[in-house]
């Protein structure tokens, strides 16, 4: 069984930086992207940033210049570098990936969520 488990969230002043991480364990023989999203209260779940198995990478418009993800194949985690944090980054953010457990083919899967809360 594959899980995603994320780490990293919690409050922060307006301008101010926090890095999310998300590990995918379980039976895994290749992970093709690996992202993050986020929801904020009374809206839908929103894109955010995305990372391919070869680097190639994508973000939201309203995150570009100021996130950054990256991630480990070997380790199989992610992580997002968010800087120059405003109030409206306030949300969850969810880990997801497209991961093939050995034999099968691709599958989706979410993280529980950590909560960012971007406040003075």
């Known amino acids: 069984q594959v899980q995603l488990v994320e780490s990293g969230g919690g409050l922060v002043q307006p301008g101010g930086s926090l890095r999310l991480s998300c590990a995918a364990s379980?039976?895994?023989?290749?992970?093709?992207?690996m992202g993050w999203y986020r929801q904020a209260p009374g809206k839908q779940r929103e894109f955010v940033a995305r990372?391919?198995?070869?680097?190639?990478?994508n973000y939201a418009d309203s995150v570009k210049g100021r996130f950054t993800i990256s991630r480990d194949n070997v380790k199989n985690t992610v992580a997002l570098q968010m800087n120059s944090l405003m109030p409206e980054d306030t949300a969850d953010y969810y880990c997801?990936?497209?991961?093939?457990?050995?034999?099968?083919?691709?599958?989706?899967?979410w993280g529980q969520g950590t909560q960012v809360t971007v406040s003075s």
């Open positions: 997801s990936a497209r991961i093939r457990p050995d034999g099968l083919g691709y599958n989706s899967y």
């Open positions: 379980g039976t895994i023989a290749s992970i093709y992207v």
């Open positions: 990372i391919t198995w070869d680097g190639t990478t």
